[in-house]
């Protein structure tokens, strides 16, 4: 079924009666061509992409819970590309094209909203590395703007310019950049997977790899084996977990971050504001929530939620930034299971067992990167070739001492 304008118009005539699933519910055939692992964000738009742009069929996705229970919808929905360095910043530019025109490839309203991301500084060296920054972007084709303190003041003028520690000076702006609702990703390229014949298959949890002679043919599973000719694993926080029972250990660490919303307010926050001398970062939901995060909580754990300490951290860089934060009463919070790689970037790549590919160390900025991801790892999938904005997201970069350590702290997932 085709959405549209009219559909809707339609069925407001008709007592919305002929409004189908949007996905099936199949039973897992015993045998396909690709196996991917992961029914989030990067496994579901892998698969609709193997479908669509690389004519694959016999695809299944396996994913243990439900669609858009893992971090895809539980992520604070900002999408952007402004990036530093060169292994990273191509390949968040091609995600961010893809998002532009998302919904109507996959028709789907996945509410796409560029309002624009605004990185506040507040000292001159950090006005030098965001000109930097922003140098890089344009040098990659993407938008930014250098705003100074009266720009910013107009744009939003109830920020705390004069604090006495963290006078704001300014902003980097990427106008493009904004956000996106998150499981309407997750229930799109549902759709438009299952309608191009991908199996999706929710409550099957994978529990082992059948592997001989350095060779993967299937996955056993809560729902028994389905061998695969090729399996891709796009497990997000899970994937020290699931890559062991292969054999592997990643360079990746698990963590938990969180994410916060206020009660509805009036419109406030037209974009999405970073604080640059803390981590926090807000924006304002349709519905008028203040969405807003920070720091993840600092320990490896599995556990969708996090402790107080992080709370307050939180609540402290956004009372900095906005003090009148502290009149709105704190809505929700919850927690999601970050894969942190070594140097904060991600890696799309084959493993050392012939037919088992990685997706993962996507960190918190995962969900921006979610349609590029999935293309790449389509392309890997489908060709055996990485794809061409993501040839430096490899395992051997660790070996070989080129990481892409965006944030410049080391192999320290803690801090990136
Ligand atoms: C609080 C928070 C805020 C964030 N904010 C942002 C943001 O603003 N912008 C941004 O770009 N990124 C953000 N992120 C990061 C982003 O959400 C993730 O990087 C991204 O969603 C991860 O990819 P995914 O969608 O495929 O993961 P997931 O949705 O977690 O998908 C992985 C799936 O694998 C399944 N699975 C695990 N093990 C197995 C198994 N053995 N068998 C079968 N299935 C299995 C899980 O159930 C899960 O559904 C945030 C994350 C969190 C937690």
Request: charged residues 20%.
């Amino acid at each position: 079924m085709h959405y549209s304008g009219f559909r809707i118009f339609k069925e407001a005539l008709t007592g919305h009666k002929g409004w189908g699933p949007a996905w099936r519910n199949p039973e897992p055939k015993p045998e396909y061509d690709f196996v991917i692992i992961g029914g989030g964000g990067h496994g579901l738009a892998t698969a609709y992409y193997l479908a669509k742009e690389y004519s694959q069929s016999r695809i299944a996705v396996l994913e243990k819970g439900w669609i858009g229970g893992g971090n895809v919808g539980r992520n604070t929905t900002i999408v952007r590309s402004n990036y530093l360095l060169a292994g990273n910043e191509p390949f968040y530019e091609y995600s961010m094209k893809l998002w532009e025109g998302l919904e109507q490839d996959f028709n789907y309203n996945a509410m796409v909203s560029q309002r624009g991301i605004l990185n506040l500084f507040h000292s001159d060296p950090q006005r030098d590395s965001f000109i930097r920054r922003g140098n890089a972007m344009l040098l990659h084709g993407a938008d930014a703007e250098i705003l100074d303190q009266a720009a910013v003041r107009k744009m939003y003028p109830f920020l705390n310019f004069d604090n006495a520690r963290f006078p704001i000076k300014g902003g980097l702006l990427q106008k493009r950049a904004g956000t996106v609702r998150h499981d309407a990703v997750a229930w799109g390229y549902a759709r438009g997977a299952d309608l191009r014949g991908v199996d999706i298959i929710q409550n099957c949890e994978v529990t082992g790899f059948s592997i001989e002679n350095g060779k993967v043919s299937g996955v056993e599973t809560t729902r028994g084996k389905i061998a695969a000719k090729k399996v891709g694993c796009a497990v997000a926080g899970s994937s020290g977990r699931l890559m062991a029972k292969a054999g592997m250990r990643l360079p990746i660490e698990s963590h938990v971050l969180q994410a916060f919303v206020s009660e509805g307010l009036k419109p406030t926050i037209s974009g999405v504001i970073t604080f640059g001398a803390g981590h926090f970062y807000v924006s304002q939901s349709d519905k008028g929530g203040l969405v807003f995060g920070g720091d993840i909580d600092g320990y490896n754990t599995y556990a969708q939620r996090g402790n107080m300490p992080t709370v307050e951290d939180v609540c402290e860089g956004g009372m900095a930034l906005m003090p009148m934060i502290g009149r709105a009463r704190l809505l929700r919070s919850w927690g999601g299971v970050m894969d942190m790689s070594m140097d904060g970037s991600p890696i799309i790549d084959k493993t050392e067992v012939e037919g088992l590919y990685f997706n993962g160390g996507w960190c918190y900025g995962g969900f921006k990167a979610t349609p590029a991801s999935g293309m790449a790892f389509a392309h890997l999938l489908a060709t055996d070739q990485p794809h061409q904005t993501a040839t430096a997201f490899r395992f051997d970069r660790f070996a070989k001492g080129r990481v892409i350590d965006e944030k410049g702290v080391g192999a320290q997932p803690n801090l990136h």
